[in-house]
């Protein structure tokens, strides 16, 4: 019986770290807009460039839309340095924000 508390109290610690460690991992997400995408080939060169920038956790391109939704650690990385990304892949960041308007 006393192994089983034990369990227990084992079980309620990891629980409780593992809420904090994802409490101070803090995930953002930037929609950023794109200009000049035209195919798969161009979303491919964008999304290739923000996957192999450090703190980048999910890259997310619409085509259609011309949007990037890009996921990121944000003691990693910000959002103008993902904007720099882009424009350093030779096609455009629009500044203003699609949801904003
Ligand atoms: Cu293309």
Redesign the pocket.
Known sequence: MKSKRVGLAIAAFLMIALTSVGALAVTKKATIRVEG???A??SGSVEKALKATAGVEKVDINLEKKEAVVEYDDEKVTEAKLREVINGTGFKVVEEKPDSQ
């Open positions: 995408m035209k195919c080939k161009c």
